[in-house]
Each structure stands twice: as C-alpha cells, then as structure tokens.
C-alpha cells in the first residue's frame, strides 16, 4: 500500500497514462479495421457483385441473339447480330472493372474474373463463325452455334453467377465486421474512466480540493471518445442492416432476371436444336421465376410481365402440358413467337420482364451501396479522433496530477 500521498498520486498518473494509452491505441486499431471493412464493402465487394450480375445478363442475352438472328432473314438477322455484338461489348467493359476491384480481396474473384476474361473471346469466336457457316448455307454452322450455346450456360454463366454469390456473402460479412461492438476499446475505456475517477476521489481526499482541472477533462476527453465511438458504430451497425435487407431482396430478383434471360435463350434452342424435356424445362423456368419475384416482395408489372410471356409462349409450352396431341403451329409462327416485340412495344415479352427487373435490382442495389458508402464515411478519421482524444485526456490527467505532486517537492 502507497504511505505518501504524493507517491499515491504518481502510481494514479501511470496507471491513467497506461489505461489511456491502450485505449486511444485498441480504439485507433478497432476503428481503422472497421473503416477498412467499409471500404472494401463499398468500394471492392458491391463493385463486384454488380459487374458480376452485368456480365450474367449480358452473355445470357448474347446468347439467346445469337441464336435468334439464324431463325431469320438477313434483313432482321443484322440488328440481332449487333445486339449480340453491343452485350458482348457490355461484358467486356464489366470484366475489365471487375478486374482492377478484385485484385487484393484475398479470394477467388481475380480466378474467375480471369477465367470469364478467358472463356468470352472463345465464346465470341463460336459465334461468329456459327454465322459465316450458316449463311454460307453448310449445316456445321448450327454445330458452332451449339456448341457457343453449351459454353456460355456450362462454363460463363456459371462461374459469374458464383461470383455474384461469394461477393454478396463478402460484402454482407464485411457490413458486419464494419458495425461489430468493439469489446476490447470499450473495456479498456471503461477501466481508464474508473481509473480517472479513482484518481479524482484520492485527491479530493488528499488534498481537500473537491475538483481536479486536469483530471475532469481528461475525464470528459475520454467520455466523448467512447460515446463517440458507440454511436458511430451503432450508425454503421444499422446501416449495414440496411444493405443487407436490399442485398436479401436483390439476390432473388438477380436470380430471377437470370432465368429470365435463360428462358429467352431457351425459346431458340428448342427451336435450332431441340432435346428432350426442353419445353418442360423452359414451363418450368417460368414457374421458378414467379416464385422467385413473389419471395422478393411480388412486385405487380414484374408478374404481369412474366405473365403475358408465358400466356404469349403457349404453343411452345403446350407439349409440356399435356396438349401434344394438338396440332402443332408452323415454324415460322413459332418464330414470331419468340422474335416479335410484344403488342405496342418495341421489346420482346421476356425483354420487357427483363427491363422491370432491372429496374427493381438497381433501385434496391442503389440502396445497398448508398447504405454502404454512408457507413464509410461516418467511419472516416474516427480511428484518428479517438487516439487524439485519449492522448488529449493522457496530458490533461498527467498535468492535472502532477500539479499535485509538485506541491509536496517545494
């Protein structure tokens, strides 16, 4: 036990320099890491999942272009090839954003970017050569086109829908890492307040002097850095359960656009090349993106959209529910079926379903990322201000007491 108040004063100085000190540096450290987790959020990881869903939509839409501009003439091939040309353009310009935001994030999205970046010029090359063989007239020109169809739905769709998901997962796993309670900052801070007032009483005890300069701003420095810090990582907390609220409701809508797009590719093929249990598979596409638009909140166009597609679709569907005994319509109706804009609009009906989801992923995307890049600037310079203040509250305590101590040397 300390006899001489002046020594008593010494041991309460070191220890407040001590507590303070770990607790400007636990709380510099806790804040720095959780700006860092902001910003690869908002600046890597949402960056990515949405290049990720461009380039699904895009090759998905390629796809089924470069399949529907051999089911026509020559004059309405031509603005099917350019769209083709104008998607694979788009997916381009989406991998080469993608490539520079997953470079350092520590996983698999440079391997896929790459292997995407690697599979689209081949994919490109199928398609292009399927149509020079098919307007020459030589039936190898379907197998190209075949075979550009079974790359796109077997090695890119999949790897950029992979991405999409592992992304989404980082980002959501980065906007809780962001607001997690930093349990070390606030234990030391708590233990450097008790130190402080611990110290207060001794020299009100001591000394008969009921308050201490130094140490009631040190006191005051040290309160506002905790506080502050609670509600700046409370805010980031509930923003980041603002993002993944419209993450949760994008990934359905995403899922569904996507078999969107696959569905409108699949109306070609089982016209080009059909297998068995194509037209089912195409029936219950349909189904699965109803559910999918009703799990994220059953906005009305978007299903009255898909409906009027599958209503439009039925003499491709009919086999798959049980009128194969109907006669069948002629190619060329089925043609206009799945090339025809749709009555009073310039798109297709699986384009129109398309466009209304788009719609709605962007709008709830832009909430997701708005959401985000307002939780990395609230965090911004916070890690700085609370080592400030606890150095700020370190001088202030030790001049406080040590105008004390100095007392029992003179």
Known sequence: MVKRTEHGFLVFAVLVAALGLLTGLTGWAALDLRQQRAADAADQRAELTAKA?????????????????????????????????????AATEALHVASARSAGTGDDAAGQVRELSR??????????????????????????????????????LPVARRLHAEQTEAVVRAQRDAGAVPWPFL????????????????????TRRRVNPGLVLATGLTSVALLGAIVVVG??????????????????????????READEAEARILIFPSAGDVSELDGMFD???????????????????????????????????????EPPAFTDLVRTIIDPAPGDADTFGQRLDSRLTELIEEHR???????GSAKATLANWDAAVLLLMAAAVLSAAFGLGVRIREYYT
């Open 235 to 260: 805010f980031v907390d509930g923003r980041g359960e603002v993002g993944q609220r419209e993450l949760a409701v994008v990934g359905p809508l995403a899922e569904a656009r996507n078999l969107g």
């Open 187 to 206: 234990v030391a801070g708590v233990a450097t307040l008790a130190a402080l007032v611990a110290a207060q009483r001794s020299v009100t005890r001591r």
């Open 288 to 326: 699965d993106i109803e559910e999918l638009v009703t799990a994220a909140g059953g906005d009305e166009a978007a299903l009255a959209a898909l409906e009027a597609w599958r209503g439009h679709d039925e003499p491709l569907l009919r086999p798959a529910r049980g009128g194969a005994n109907a």
């Open 119 to 156: 599979l689209l010029p081949l994919y490109t090359r199928l398609v292009e050569v399927g149509w020079t063989e098919s307007d020459a007239g030589r039936p190898v020109g379907i197998s190209y086109l075949s075979n550009a169809s079974s790359l796109v739905r077997t090695g890119i």
């Open 53 to 89: 869903l461009d380039v699904y939509r895009a090759m998905a839409d390629a796809d089924a272009h470069s399949l529907n501009a051999v089911l026509v003439n020559a004059e309405r091939a031509t603005p099917l090839r350019q769209r083709f040309r104008d998607d694979v353009s």
């Open 366 to 372: 832009a909430r997701a990322v708005d959401s985000t």
